[in-house]
């Protein structure tokens, strides 16, 4: 196995050469702007959206452009200032990332409040909002105000699927320069699991492909084995689905294993906030009025386990939409290979189950099963309850 490669901030936008232009002529113009020039017009603006298909690209775009905004090398991947925006950690870096299904006016009120500070370092005040198509109306009516009326060296980056209207207000969308991600190549993908993660290459294009583009699940699936297993459980399902109640048994096993994994992910993160909390607020303490002042914590500690209720739900339902994802990605391969598409297979690893499938099944029939999984994930999130869709949907791949 070789040795990772260092890389600068936007290394990670795999396939996104258009995006990282455009981005680098921005970082470029920021600093100029910050040494007291003059940059070329229209180069460098306040208010930015990412879009494009997977959450995480949005996500890892904005980080890196928020990096390039701080480092005095404009992204070199390396000092303190990229590391800190990288990671969350830049006094001039905000994050605001749902812990629920969408962001509150009071967090928007907060993330104003932010943006007419300073920055404290002396560069730029950036502010993303990951997800910024789960904002309620009134928390995006107090964004509209802020980017409006934006303070000097402040900086918006949005992140939504579209600029559909249903994922951003039109008027957002008309003050912010869009930058368009698209899906890389798996190709892509696997040439830096190789060069830059030191992963063998049969791993990597096999991870690559099955991750759909993905560089983050790629990672994982390449370096994870219980990822690997929660993924062949979820390419297990079509066959398992012989009688109505295999349905529902399939439909209970896939929720339990989102649950499961959306526990595991948030666990560790939720305890450490609740023994900081409790570290904050005096627990343990002894002296007069340790008593008192234990049960006025009472409130705080419940609206952080409230809270962290609602990112556990959040994960649960980017765990099943993951398994969404691998499943219609089975279907797809047997509508590929009934046709004759001169295209690749995604789940590589499946392909004898593949084939046996496009024998069985009539293309019409593989057709409406990818519907009725694209429909399960519309439903959810149009907030259908998970066990109520994920049933349906399993009902109506197997009765085709």
Known sequence: MSAPVTAGVFDDLVGQEEAVATLTRAADAAATIIAGGTPPLGAMTHAWIFTGPTRSDRSVAA????????????????????????????????????????????????????AASAPTQGRWQVLVVEDADRLTEAAGNALLKAIEEPPARTVFLLCTPTTHPDDISVTIR???????????????????????????????????????????????????????????????IPRTLSSIGACFDAAAALIEAA?????????????????????????????KGAA????GTAGQIKELERRQKLRVTRAQRDALDRALIDLAGFYR????????????????????????????????????????????????????????????????????
């Open 259 to 287: 649950e499961a994994e959306a526990t595991a992910a948030t666990a560790e993160i939720a305890e450490r906030e609740k023994a900081e909390l409790q570290t904050a607020l005096g627990a343990g303490g002894t002296g």
């Open 333 to 400: 391969d047997v509508l590929m290979l009934q046709t004759g598409a001169a295209v690749p297979p995604i789940h590589t690893d499946a392909l004898e189950m593949t084939r046996r499938a496009a024998a069985a099944w009539t293309p019409d029939k593989v057709l409406r099963r990818i519907e009725a999984v694209l429909e399960c994930r519309r439903a959810i999130e149009a907030n259908v309850k998970p066990k109520v869709a994920v049933e349906a949907m399993m009902l109506a791949l197997w009765q085709g």
């Open 292 to 295: 008192g002042a234990a049960r």
């Open 63 to 114: 980080r890196a452009f928020a990096a390039a905004l701080q480092c005095p090398d404009r992204g070199c991947g390396r000092c303190t200032a990229c590391h800190t925006a990288l990671t969350g950690t830049h006094a001039d870096v905000t994050f605001v990332v749902p812990d629920g299904l969408s962001i509150s006016v009071s967090e928007m009120r907060s993330l104003v409040l932010r």
């Open 174 to 236: 008309s003050r912010c320069r869009v930058v368009a991600l698209r899906q890389p190549s798996s190709e892509a993908v696997a040439r830096v699991l190789t060069e830059r993660d030191g992963i063998d290459p049969q791993t990597a294009h096999w991870a690559a492909a099955a991750s759909q583009g993905h560089l983050d699940r790629a990672r994982l699936l390449a370096r994870d084995p219980e990822a690997r297993a929660r993924r062949e459980a979820v390419l297990a």
